[in-house]
């Protein structure tokens, strides 16, 4: 049996970083979002000293929660998706919107492939 893969998006996050190892060590591919792909080193050496085990089953792919290009192919041939992504805000936050809508966008999508 193919092992299951995982999207688990906003990859350079504390608590994704966390989902990422325990789903590697339990056998999953994982795949997971950073909004610029220059930071794939840098994920990756912070999962090293978590104790990554199996970095060769875990993929990058770019996407950013405020733009829609980069989100078809995040969830292609995935088994699962965990949201973990949040969008940043700097600044003075208008409205909740600002925050919640690029966040439920992203979840709805990868609702929507099933």
């Not at 339990?26 to 990756?44: I, P």
């Not at 000293?49 to 792919?61: E, P, T």
């Not at 992504?85 to 966008?105: C, M």
Request: charged share 20%.
């Amino acid at each position: 049996m193919a092992r299951q893969r995982v999207l688990v998006t906003g990859g350079s996050g504390f608590i994704a970083g966390h989902c990422i190892l325990q789903l590697l060590a339990q056998g999953y591919l994982v795949r997971t979002t950073v909004r610029s792909l220059e930071r794939e080193a840098a994920v990756r050496a912070v999962l090293v000293d978590g104790g990554m085990v199996d970095g060769d089953a875990l993929s990058f792919i770019s996407a950013d929660l405020t733009d829609d290009a980069g989100w078809a192919g995040a969830v292609a041939d995935v088994d699962f998706v965990l949201h973990i992504a949040s969008p940043v805000v700097t600044g003075k936050v208008r409205s909740e919107n600002d925050v919640i809508a690029p966040a439920r966008r992203c979840a709805s999508c990868a609702e929507s492939r099933q």
